[in-house]
């Protein structure tokens, strides 16, 4: 969770003050950028701006969005350099990890710009109710208005502007908000990418600054979309109740992954490795837990073993110089060396890893550590992967199960029917056979968590649609003068539609 307000603003003190948020490198606390932050009391001032610019941008049309975004994403092609070095400088991710971010966010441009329209082309269809027999409906999507969409660190780009898209392809002005950590690669973008796009100035603002300017969004927008932390989703989603606006909570995760006995050991010993060390295990949809039949626990530990002892760990640098950089966070390497240290105090093995120095955690894998350890339970957010050894499948979804959160999970077998069926029985938003956490970068696929991991979704036809109010209109004929249920009631009437009913609903088939 951000920890703070405002942890790292220096400069002049006073209400119009503007003050800067210096921005350090996860690496070595070298200041690498800095951005104006936003004090809570302008939120509402940016907020009025971009609400008089959405009616014009609304009414340009989807063809006309689509175009400034896919000049938008040209824009991102061309400066990606700039843009996975600010990635890499702010939130200590690797090159690949950034590039990563770069390849989603321009794929979603591409997916919105050409699906947004079709989402919400307005659905035409006779009423269906015999008392409206002959009346016209049609079921039509009008932009909400202003949407605020607030960041995590751990994905700066396709968790703050990505959740922005839909919403301006919709035709929504957007206030977002990332998060006082990682500020400098969305600052780019909106301040240069929209500009050389020819985005209208006010159509997508950006607040600066930690929890009271996110609390400030969420007073002045018309609706929320949250990523972050379950605690604070919690906080985001009441208040958000209290003034009625729709809020999408995409919160924390503790994804299990189950390998049966007849699974490609060597494909479920890379996904593991790569889907809960990759990011330095920062992802909301990591690989968080391991169930592994007993008949192959052995086999794959060793090789899970040995894939983690030979990630490189280090600073961050050029294409292909390290596979794991630092934690982003400074808190965030006590979370993890103390969920190490508390599953071996409690017994737990680590045969790699499980030390930390400075910012950096080196890639640690416990083996069977009790099911009630704060590693088995709370997220890791780290590059720390616990194996579980299990009677049978039986036994692996009910500790799958055993968890407040439901965000991914993922089953490793050859019989697909099986893991099919398995994975309906998870309770979790997505799954995945012989893969994990690869349903996300599928944009026209749903995704979004159970339990507390969250409430409402982003992707497919729901993550536009949800950025719009619905409006139906029904239209009768002209002539009617009067329906039968109209004034003044009559007896004879009355009785006719009592025996309509009697012969429509009155039996089963
Ligand atoms: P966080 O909850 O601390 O902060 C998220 C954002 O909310 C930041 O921009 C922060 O400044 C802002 N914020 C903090 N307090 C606020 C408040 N009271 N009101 C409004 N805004 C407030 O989360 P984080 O540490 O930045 O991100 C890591 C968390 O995000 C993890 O739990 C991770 O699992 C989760 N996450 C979820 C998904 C998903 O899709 N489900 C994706 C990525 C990350």
């Known amino acids: 969770m951000s920890d703070g307000e405002p942890r790292r603003v220096s400069g002049r003190e006073g209400a119009d003050a503007v003050s800067r948020l210096a921005v350090r490198s996860p690496v070595d606390g070298r200041t690498v950028g800095s951005v104006a932050a936003t004090p809570p009391s302008r939120v509402e001032d940016l907020v009025a701006r971009g609400r008089a610019a959405q009616p014009g941008w609304s009414a340009v049309g989807f063809d006309a969005r689509a175009r400034r975004l896919l000049d938008l994403r040209a824009w991102i092609v061309r400066e990606r350099g700039r843009l996975i070095r600010t990635m890499c400088d702010e939130g200590g991710k690797t090159y690949e990890d950034a590039l990563l971010e770069v390849v989603v966010l321009c794929q979603a441009i591409g997916f919105w710009a050409r699906r947004a329209e079709r989402y919400l082309r307005p659905r035409r269809s006779w009423a269906r109710q015999p008392l409206l027999a002959g009346r016209r409906l049609e079921v039509r999507y009008v932009p909400r208005g202003v949407v605020g969409v607030i960041a995590p660190w751990n994905y700066p780009l396709v968790l703050g502007l990505g959740d922005a898209l839909p919403a301006l392809m919709a035709g929504n002005a957007t206030v977002i908000k990332p998060s006082d950590e990682t500020p400098l690669s969305t600052a780019l973008i909106v301040e240069e990418g929209f500009r050389a796009a020819g985005i209208p100035p006010d159509v997508c603002l950006v607040a600066q600054g930690g929890a009271e300017v996110g609390r400030a969004v969420v007073d002045a927008v018309d609706m929320i979309m949250f990523t972050g932390s379950t605690p604070v989703g ?61 008949a192959v626990y052995d086999e794959f530990v060793r090789r899970v073993t040995d894939k983690a002892a030979r990630l490189r760990m280090g600073a961050p640098a050029g294409p292909g110089s390290v596979d794991i950089g630092p934690l982003a966070r400074p808190g965030q390497r006590e979370v993890v060396s103390e969920h190490v240290r508390a599953a071996v105090a409690a017994g737990a093995r680590t045969p790699v890893g499980g030390d930390a120095d400075g910012s950096f955690h080196a890639p640690t894998v416990i083996l069977d550590p009790d099911p009630s350890a704060s590693c088995m339970r709370d997220e890791t957010f780290g590059p720390v992967l ?104 009559r007896a004879r009437v009355t009785r006719l539609l009592e025996r309509a009913l009697t012969i429509a609903y009155g039996r089963r088939s």
Not at 260 to 267: I, M
């Open 386 to 489: 616990p194996i579980v050894k299990v009677r049978d499948a039986e036994e692996a979804i009910a500790l799958a199960n055993d968890s407040r959160y439901g965000l991914n999970s993922s089953v490793f077998t050859r019989d697909v029917r099986r893991g099919e069926a398995i994975a309906r029985r998870i309770e979790a938003g997505a799954s995945c056979i012989n893969d994990a956490c690869a349903n996300f970068l599928e944009i026209g696929a749903p995704f979004g968590g159970w339990k507390d991991s969250g409430l409402g979704g982003r992707n497919g036809a729901e993550g536009i649609r949800k950025y719009c109010r619905q409006q139906t209109i029904l239209t009768a004929r002209v002539g009617l003068r009067r329906d039968p249920n109209m004034f003044p009631y």
């Open 234 to 294: 919690r906080e985001v989603a009441e208040r958000a109740g209290r003034r009625l606006i729709p809020a999408s909570v995409e919160l924390g995760g503790k994804d299990p992954m189950i390998v049966l006995a007849d699974a490609d050991l060597e494909r479920a010993a890379n996904c593991a490795v790569y889907y809960g060390m990759g990011n330095a295990g920062q992802t909301c949809q990591a690989v968080e837990r391991v169930y592994v039949e007993a």
